[in-house]
């Protein structure tokens, strides 16, 4: 795997060592991922779900996000979508923009570390 890939990804606090573990050492399977993640709609349906106050919706976007962090390494991301998931849960409407806004800026931290290396 590409060093300035590892380098920038541990700089967004990724647990690169971790994700290649669940990957099964695969790291052609991981390159392919961290591709596929560039992609991935996710983010943009927790962003529509959440402006259009769509709390199922976002709840599930949230989750799957949290779920999609925790696979790859993204430890602030997960940390950051799962205590989104928790707001949304308990209806916390007034403390959901702020902790999206944390999410945010995890996904586009980790969006602009892969871009930027691969």
């Known amino acids: 795997?590409?060093?300035n890939l590892i380098h920038s990804l541990t700089c967004c606090r990724t647990d690169v060592d971790g994700a290649l573990r669940r990957?099964?050492?695969?790291?052609?399977l991981?390159?392919?991922c961290l591709?596929?993640?560039l992609s991935d709609p996710t983010m943009a349906q927790l962003n529509a779900?959440?402006?259009?106050?769509?709390?199922?919706?976002a709840f599930t976007a949230a989750h799957a996000l949290k779920g999609l962090a925790g696979n790859m390494g993204f430890v602030p991301l997960y940390h950051a979508t799962g205590e989104l998931v928790i707001l949304i849960r308990t209806g916390k409407v007034s403390e959901i923009s702020e902790a999206t806004?944390?999410?945010?800026?995890?996904y586009n931290?980790?969006?602009t570390a892969i871009r930027e290396s691969i």
């Open 1 to 3: 795997m590409d060093t």
């Open 23 to 28: 990957f099964s050492g695969n790291e052609e």
């Open 30 to 32: 991981y390159m392919t």
């Open 35 to 37: 591709n596929a993640f």
């Open 49 to 57: 779900a959440i402006s259009s106050s769509s709390w199922d919706d």
């Open 101 to 106: 806004l944390r999410v945010k800026q995890c």
């Open 109 to 111: 931290e980790i969006i």
